[in-house]
């Protein structure tokens, strides 16, 4: 049995039941959901008499410092960050029980990710396009600015949450901070290769002993930008048929990053207009360095892009939709891209 598999049948094994109290405190009522990482359960607070979701981890995974450090981070993100698009954390600590594990809990959310959204309807109408992606920057704005970097932006990790709010359909979250980084933690130091998703993860997470700074979360905002606004995923070995894994990891690492414009005829997809095509050069530029410093500048800088552009929704793109097949292609990526970085220290 491989180590997930048996993560996961542990979790389930220690899966509390209906109507049992955790830590005297909070009304277990259903499983929301689960992973190797841990348990997350719709509860009641006694104590404050709310409803909350409720995340324990893996009791197993409790005596390892960097799954512990994981966990407790996306628990001191949600506490520390006070904005309407993170979700809010008001409990955090270790059961107390002789197996004592780490939980936290959170406001309890409802609606749909990025993702699923996408899956509706993959070119979004521009006025909720423009919506989401300054929601988008407004949470990331807020992280940065308390010196929090993400490092795993993606569709799956911004939830889309019904909200009783007059005018407004949706508000937007970013959620799963557990592989973010305090900057200033950082600055003596390096962070281990590989953490993100590699659909949208900036070039320097994948290289062992980089400082990861807040431009790294300006790279997947600006992928995630071009994806909401043009209704296609920006490289090109996503959306093509038979593209190779090995096409996708040269193409992120090697390749000129063609124009958005480019790309956008290229696809199919609807055009954005030659100020975008400056600002998204800025924002996905391979060098750290020469990006957007945060997400505030990137931010500032790309209003009135969004401001010019016409309120309407393009006719159906006749480009090749996402595949089924995405999700390996992206772990095989993954390994590829390590795999290059080592190449390219001895091609250079």
Not at 43 to 56: F, V, Y
Not at 207 to 223: H, R, Y
Not at 234 to 241: D, L, S
């Amino acid at each position: 049995m491989k180590r997930n598999e048996v993560l996961s049948a542990t979790v389930t094994s220690h899966r509390l039941m209906p109507g049992s109290v955790f830590n005297g405190r909070y009304t277990i009522h259903r499983v929301l959901g689960q992973g190797a990482m841990g348990i997350v359960y719709e509860a009641t607070d006694q104590r404050g008499q709310r409803a909350c979701a409720l995340k324990l981890m893996n009791r197993d995974l409790a005596g390892d410092a960097s799954f512990v450090a994981r966990f407790q981070s996306e628990a001191l993100v949600g506490e520390r960050i006070q904005s309407p698009h993170i979700a809010r954390v008001f409990d955090s600590g270790w059961s107390q029980d002789p197996k004592s594990q780490p939980y936290f809990a959170m406001e309890l959310l409802t609606g749909i990710n990025l993702e699923q959204r996408l899956a509706q309807e993959p070119q979004l109408p521009t006025s909720e396009a423009v919506y989401l992606v300054k929601e988008l920057f407004r949470a990331l704005a807020k992280a940065h600015e308390a010196a929090i970097v993400h490092r795993d932006l993606k569709p799956e990790n911004l939830f889309l949450c019904q909200t009783t709010s007059p005018g407004q359909r949706t508000e937007l979250k970013v959620l799963d901070f557990g592989v973010a980084k305090v900057v200033r933690e950082t600055t003596h130091g390096g962070t281990a290769p590989g953490l993100g998703t590699p659909l949208w993860t900036a070039p320097e997470q994948g290289k062992e002993g980089q400082i990861i700074k807040p431009a790294a979360d300006v790279w997947a905002l600006g992928l995630l930008t071009f994806r909401l606004l043009s209704g296609q995923i920006y490289w090109r070995g996503a959306n093509a048929k038979g593209a190779t894994a090995f096409d996708l990891a040269v193409e992120m690492l090697r390749e000129p990053i063609a124009p958005a414009s480019v790309r956008c005829r290229e696809l199919g997809a609807k055009q954005l207009g030659p100020a975008f095509d400056g600002w998204f050069a800025k924002a996905v530029n391979r060098e750290a360095s020469q990006r957007f410093a945060d997400a505030g500048q990137a931010e500032a800088a790309l209003l009135p892009i969004l401001a010019a552009l016409p309120d309407s929704k393009p006719a159906p793109s006749n480009s090749p939709g996402r595949r089924r097949w995405l999700p390996l292609l992206l772990l095989a990526a993954l390994l590829l891209i390590l795999g290059l970085f080592g190449l390219s220290r001895l091609i250079d």
